[in-house]
């Protein structure tokens, strides 16, 4: 059993006795009780927070209560010492063989371990990129895609049925802009002279090729026809086209979407109106004249009667608008009619990956999908800040297709996908992450990707070198070098890490650990290269040989799960 999940069940057990015995209340809540490695090894194997988040609810102080507990946690077979520290973090040491018995559990559930059923196969829809369907993907959305990618997947390996969607934007001024742009670029594709790109249109090279589909498609029909006769068909040649290649970009970088979701299917199915007229049945809309804007002069500011959402009762800043003077939806509105269309098609609950200037968005879409569901909590947006694009310190030039941005396809030609992936997962999500090409592809400690890649490649290698049945069968109670006790801590954390990752909708977190992993076991490998006693394969020694291959094969595993869950290669060769 894993050491984590035992002291859980033990500290349960622990709690119903003094619950038992009128120490502790009967209704107290341990719900937040968490055993975890310690910031710092030198502290133990284990820290408990017990006494300090049960305390308050006991109504005693936090040291005395973990006193108590710590006198009970002393009687556990194979604890050596319980420590107390500070105000009464509760420190633990075991006696090594618990660490060292939890590899034979890593090499009979292969890359499956810490694979878990948390999730229940409840549903859970995960939205990201979601872009306009403008222009080709550039580099800031891979950020967004491998965040909702890896969150994604994190939620699969925990036992959720989810969903992958894109929501294309493809309704609104912007697609007609477009199209515009593109049968612009038809008439230059039948010889026409264009001139200098108008303002306002969309100036990147690569609608010429959309402009010349067009014209091999439908000859000369658009040349001279009015507008009103080409816009429509048009702007849907152009979006399919758009989003044909945004799939081969999500493609290359290893993403296959299970669904992909209209806006202008869900505004012309009338889900809008039904939408709205669901919002207005339960009360949460009303017409009325909103204030205006912070930061508006009063003569800039017409006071206008219109359709509102009660925005503000659910902790949004201000009611939101519902329709425009012209009596079409407004954006908020369709989002309002797209989340209640995923709401209805999975149950809930929701997570939407969105840029940062999107964040004004966060409130709003809450208190929707909460006046929707009449449930807090059914939808979390995960915010991306910026990408900045350096090459040796340098920012990096704009794509000259593109026009104004380095795509996505420009990054994975220059790095690869899993080198994106990985790095895009290096930093909180509302950190700003600097994504430097020179230092992303060399190969040292400094360059993450290659460092945990690189550790799973030298742990196959020894594997290699000592022979496929190596790692057969040992006495694990062998291993109890500082070195290899950080390893096995680090393995048998795996489990918990999972999990708590994906509550916490935080795949970065799995980076995180592979990185550690990875500097633990490169750090016991070069410990065996200056003491030789350290080595991984000793020919005095048979036994201590194959804890040792058995300590290097769960590592390989537990590397190879965690790069798994983020779809990246383990590579065996490098």
């Avoid at 429509?232 to 799939?247: C, K, L, N, Y």
């Avoid at 290698?461 to 049945?469: I, W, Y």
């Avoid at 016991?524 to 040792?548: K, N, Q, S, V, Y």
């Amino acid at each position: 059993m894993n050491i984590f999940r035992f002291f859980e069940d033990e500290f349960k057990s622990i709690i119903d006795q003094m619950k038992s015995a009128g120490n502790l209340p009967a209704d107290l809540d341990t719900s937040r009780v968490v055993f975890e490695l310690p910031r710092d090894a030198s502290h133990g194997d284990l820290a408990c927070n017990a006494a300090m988040v049960l305390a308050k609810s006991v109504g005693v102080k936090p040291r005395d209560l973990a006193e108590a507990i710590s006198a009970k946690i002393s009687e556990i077979a194979d604890v050596t010492s319980v420590d107390i520290a500070g105000p009464g973090f509760i420190n633990i040491r075991v006696e090594p063989r618990l660490w060292a018995n939890e590899v034979d559990d890593i090499i009979a559930a292969g890359t499956d371990y810490g694979r878990n059923g948390s999730g229940a196969g409840q549903p859970v829809n995960v939205e990201y990129v979601s872009a306009n369907p403008t222009g080709p993907l550039h580099a800031a959305h891979a950020r967004g895609a491998v965040l909702g990618d890896a969150m994604a997947g994190l939620l699969d390996f925990c036992g959720w049925n989810v969903t992958r969607e894109y929501y294309i934007n493809d309704a609104g001024a912007q697609v007609d802009t477009l199209a515009r742009s593109a049968h612009l670029r038809y008439c230059e594709a039948l010889g026409r002279k264009i001139g200098e790109i108008p303002a306002g249109l969309y100036p990147g090279s690569y609608l010429v090729e959309v402009g010349e589909k067009l014209a091999a498609e439908h000859g000369e029909t658009f040349l001279d026809a009015d507008e009103a006769d080409w816009l429509e068909p048009v702007r849907s040649f152009t979006i399919d086209a758009m989003m044909d290649g945004v799939r081969q970009d999500l493609r290359a970088l290893g993403i296959s979407m299970d669904r992909f979701s209209s806006e202008r299917a869900l505004v012309d199915s009338g889900s809008v109106a039904a939408a709205i007229e669901r919002l207005t049945n339960e009360g949460h809309v009303y017409r009325g004249i909103l204030e205006p804007p912070k930061g508006k002069e009063p003569e800039d500011w017409e006071p206008r009667e219109q359709l509102l959402f009660r925005a503000s009762e659910f902790g949004d800043d201000t009611d939101r608008p519902l329709q425009k003077s012209d009596g079409s939806w407004t954006y908020f509105a369709s989002d309002v009619a797209y989340h209640m269309d995923k709401l209805d098609r999975t149950g809930g609950p929701l997570i939407n990956i969105f840029g940062v200037d999107h964040g004004g968005y966060v409130k709003r879409m809450n208190a929707a999908v909460e006046a929707l569901t009449g449930r807090k909590g059914m939808l979390d947006i995960r915010l991306c800040q910026l990408v900045n694009l350096m090459d040796n310190g340098r920012p990096v030039k704009m794509s000259k297709r593109a026009g104004t941005f380095v795509t996505v396809r420009d990054v994975i030609d220059s790095v690869g996908a899993d080198v994106i992936r990985f790095i895009m997962l290096t930093r909180r999500s509302e950190q700003t992450l600097d994504f430097d090409f020179a230092r992303v592809t060399e190969q040292s400690r400094d360059n993450p990707v290659f460092y945990v890649q690189y550790a799973h490649a030298r742990a196959c290698s020894v594997l290699r070198q000592a022979g496929e049945d190596a790692a057969g069968e040992a006495a694990m109670d062998r291993l109890d070098h500082p070195a290899e006790m950080e390893v096995l801590r680090q393995l048998a954390s795996w489990p918990k890490l999972v999990i708590s990752a994906a509550n916490a909708h935080e795949p970065h977190r799995i980076a995180f650990f592979l990185m550690d992993l990875a500097a633990s076991f490169h750090a016991l490998w070069t410990a065996g290269r200056e003491a030789p006693e350290l080595r991984f394969i000793r020919e005095d020694d048979a036994a201590l040989t194959a804890a040792r291959l058995r300590l290097v094969k769960a590592t390989a595993l537990v590397i190879r799960s965690g790069l798994g869950v983020l779809a990246i290669e383990a590579r065996e060769e490098m």
